[in-house]
């Protein structure tokens, strides 16, 4: 069964940074492209980021990009979110997830992705 477990969350203030982990167990996680997503209160799921399998292609939502950067690690079967300049806006519940489509990152909605882990709260606040 394949598990994802993020970790990393936490309290920030404006400006701070957070480096989100994604790992894998019971699968290797290097056959497949993981996506980020987050979903704040009484909000949609919205995508975030994804890396393609070897890490070759990343994409990044327009509201994270030159702030955030998505990397893997798959001899460790880790895939890391780093989050920079962090914004209120940023606030919210981050998950990440399996794509679809193996190796490559399939489409941007939560339904093109599976396997999701529990989540991890970011709160950026001051």
């Known amino acids: 069964q394949l598990q994802l477990v993020e970790s990393g969350g936490g309290l920030v203030q404006p400006g701070g940074s957070l480096r989100l982990s994604c790992a894998a167990s019971?699968?290797?996680?290097?056959?497949?492209?993981i996506g980020w997503f987050r979903q704040a209160p009484g909000k949609e799921r919205e995508g975030v980021s994804c890396?393609?399998?070897?890490?070759?292609?990343?994409n990044y939502a327009d509201s994270v990009k030159g702030r955030f950067t998505l990397s893997r690690d798959n001899a460790k079967n880790t895939v890391y979110l780093q989050m920079n300049s962090l914004k209120p806006e940023d606030t919210g519940v981050y998950y990440c997830?399996?794509?679809?489509?193996?190796?490559?990152?399939?489409?941007?909605?939560?339904?093109?992705?599976?396997?999701w882990g529990q989540g991890t709260q970011v709160t950026v606040s001051s």
């Open positions: 997830a399996v794509g679809k489509a193996g190796g490559s990152c399939p489409g941007e909605t939560p339904s093109d992705f599976g396997s």
């Open positions: 019971g699968f290797t996680l290097d056959y497949y492209a």
């Open positions: 890396i393609s399998r070897r890490g070759g292609s990343t």
